[in-house]
């Protein structure tokens, strides 16, 4: 039997039945993943996770503030993420 990479999600026996039901179920399937994953593959998946939520802050700040700068956008990400002032 070939082996799976960790990260190749495993297919629902069924189709959930309710939203809650598919909810229970990915948990289950991402679990599942997260085990067969390898360390660096953990520490690779955390860093983009990272890098995502910056780049969100930051097209949140751009939408919100649009008369900032790239520079004031970027400072406020870090400080946001640093969770201490400047």
Do not use: G, N
Not at 60 to 82: G, M, S
């Amino acid at each position: 039997m070939p082996q799976r990479r960790a990260t190749e999600p495993e297919t629902c026996s069924a189709e959930a039945e309710t939203p809650r039901a598919a909810a229970i179920e990915a948990e289950r399937i991402r679990r599942e993943i997260f085990r067969r994953m390898t360390p660096t593959e953990k520490l690779e998946a955390a860093s983009r996770l990272w890098t995502s939520a910056r780049e969100l802050k930051a097209a949140a700040l751009r939408a919100t503030h649009p008369d900032w700068t790239e520079e004031q956008i970027w400072k406020e990400v870090r400080r946001a993420f640093l969770l201490r002032p400047d």
